[in-house]
């Protein structure tokens, strides 16, 4: 039985009207089944409120967002602090997305600090981790990732690594149709949940939710899921429809079962 829970996030990315927000929050909220699978909806900024309202009385359904700034407040325009997030309804916010990396250039450094941030707002960080093909083509993508997770995490003293979740993202497998292979997924995890025994213990390890996203879709959530290392998905493309995210809560539901 594991210690963990098994976690199915959607990060809608920036898709998604006002409009169109509501109404595929609306159409996951009518068909979500009561379960185990902790569910987390991260609409854009824009789409919080609204998002919370909808999803308030749902026990296994939380509000998490894309980003966060890593200062308590100040003179940062077009940006949102943890603080707003929180009094929006979040419980969660995504840090280290590699397309903040790549896009946004943020640094290790810069999430360390968003980590602190969120944390010491009442936030649970989803951290994200992942490497770039040429990487993976190399061979060297356990020490890439295993830096990333201890430059943005390591920090953290134990109380506070619990309340994180990790997500492995393979760069090449996001919105590519790619997915990882259940083996290559759950090497990764393996790798990550190694290295958290390490720096902390055993028990603290077994207690972390690393999730897998890339090409996550009802096709292939069952035989990822079922790794046991693998706990759940960060879902991109396939949370925009709410059948293929139902589709794979269920087999998060499933693999519990078992
Ligand atoms: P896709 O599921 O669209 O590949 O996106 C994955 C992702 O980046 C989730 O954060």
Known sequence: MKKRANIVAGNWKMNKDYQQGRDLTLEIVNKLQPSETVVILCPPFTHLQNTHTAINDISN?????QNCHQEESGAYTGEISTGMLKS????????????RREFFSESD???????????????????????PLPIREKGTHAAHVSEQVKNGLFHLPEEQMKEVVIAYEPIWAI??????SPEQAQEMHQVIRSLLAKQYSEALAERISILYGGSVKPANAAELFAKPDVDGGLVGGASLKADDFIGIINHSNEALAK
């Open 88 to 99: 929006c309804g979040c419980d969660f916010v995504i840090i280290g997305h590699s397309e």
């Open 175 to 180: 919105g590519t149709g790619k997915t990882a």
């Open 61 to 65: 359904l939380h509000l998490g967002a």
């Open 109 to 131: 450094e810069l999430l360390a600090r968003k980590v602190d941030r969120a944390l010491a707002t009442g936030l649970r960080p989803i951290f994200c981790c992942g490497e």
